[in-house]
């Protein structure tokens, strides 16, 4: 663990609270734009190849995918720190970028510099480059990047809506969504860290009892019998992700869980060359909180399992964490908003293994089938129950 190449700042010290700094500019439109080694144009990033391919000439520039050693950093050693040590460290280690702010949705951006003009990926909306400003940008330790490219994630996108009964049937059709998917590197922490915990609570054990019943004819129920026990559980946890922007629905984003992390390579902006990069609005010590939740849900299983019996019952828990730690980390996502009938849609697909998570129009005639189909077949399963 090298506490000095610490990565990160509190939230007093926001990730993109602007600067005024001589020469940002310029520094970040390098930056920005890897140029072609051949005709000096701009390079961008191609998944299939996991190269630099220059968007004019087609010379390519090889890169290394070769998974990181990864080094975790100090939560504690890092909470501990002096505002003034933040702040040291966030001029030291950070770097110039353009960045622009959706009029619309809010969600702030860094900008691709291989592209005149540009939408927001989370609500469609033009961005106004002319409103982008030169921030500082903390760049993260590591990145996954995109082995999925933009034709593939069309295609996966289609064959996932053909799948969708209450799809309308209009909408089936790939041609009607556009190309509108946007590869955009979206930022997670991830914790690790031992935890112990000791429990109290009460293990239930069932046994079945006869008894006269109110008509005086023997009837058999189930009694349980309550213990009171107490224990201790042990576990690990590693990587456990966060979320570390607010521009995805909570209720699309956790749906993707299936990150090779494994493959984690250190963080270039060459990987970035082309493609969206989401700028963090969660700080490490929020999202530790939501960890800790994480955790604890499977430590209470983990209790249940230690109690044993039939049923558990958790009085009170008290956890201790240690050696907790965290990184800041870029996850590959295809982003989509498609506007129906007024409404927004939004989808993601995983730049790694091509999953899709999404809202979508449904079919209301369909619906309104199933569910009528529901029903008579509640009432046929009480008719026949009542004939017996």
């Not at 996502?333 to 939004?346: M, N, P, S």
Request: include cysteine; glycine fraction near 6%; proline fraction near 4%.
């Amino acid at each position: 663990m090298n506490a000095s190449n610490l990565q990160f700042f509190n939230s007093s010290i926001l990730y993109n609270v602007e600067q005024n700094y001589q020469g940002a500019e310029q520094e970040a439109l390098s930056a920005l734009q890897i140029k072609c080694p051949g005709c000096g144009g701009a390079m961008m990033y191609a998944p299939k190849t996991q190269n630099l391919q220059c968007i004019y000439c087609g010379v390519t520039k090889p890169l290394s995918v070769q998974p990181a050693q990864i080094q975790e950093n100090d939560y504690v050693l890092w909470a501990q720190k002096s505002e003034e040590e933040k702040a040291k460290t966030v001029q030291e280690q950070s770097m110039a970028a353009l960045q622009v702010k959706c009029d619309q949705c809010g969600a702030t951006v860094q900008l691709d510099s291989t592209k005149s003009s540009t939408n927001c990926p989370y609500c469609g909306t033009s961005l106004i480059l002319e409103k982008a400003q030169v921030k500082r940008f903390w760049q993260p330790d590591y990145l996954l990047p995109f082995v999925i490219d933009k034709k593939e994630c069309s295609s996966l996108f289609t064959k996932w809506l053909n799948g969708k009964w209450f799809l309308p049937s209009k909408y089936k059709n790939g041609n009607v969504w556009g190309e509108k998917f946007q590869g955009v590197y979206y930022p997670y922490w991830t914790y690790d860290a031992h935890t112990r915990t000791t429990y109290n609570g009460e293990r239930g054990v069932n046994h079945r009892v006869t008894v006269k019943g109110p008509n005086g004819k023997p009837t058999t129920r189930t009694v349980t019998d309550w213990h009171t026990v107490s224990g201790v559980v042990a576990r690990f946890f590693d990587d456990i992700l966060v979320p570390a922007s607010k521009n995805l629905p909570q209720d699309i984003i956790k749906e993707q869980k299936n990150w090779p992390l494994q493959s984690l390579v250190q963080y270039t902006p060459e990987f970035t060359a082309g493609f969206t990069t989401d700028v963090y609005t969660v700080d490490f010590t929020e999202g530790v909180e939501t960890a800790k939740q994480q955790m604890e849900r499977t430590i209470e299983e983990d209790i249940r399992k230690d109690i044993g019996g039939n049923q558990q019952r958790i009085h009170s828990k008290q956890v201790f964490y240690t050696d907790l730690m965290f990184k800041l980390i870029l996850l590959p996502l295809w982003i989509g908003a498609f506007k129906i009938d007024g409404k927004t849609y939004q989808f993601i697909i995983n730049g790694r293994t091509g999953e899709v998570h999404g809202d979508y129009p449904k079919d209301k005639l369909k619906v309104a089938l199933v569910v009528f189909g529901a029903v008579v077949a509640l009432l046929l399963l009480i008719y026949i129950i009542f004939q017996f």
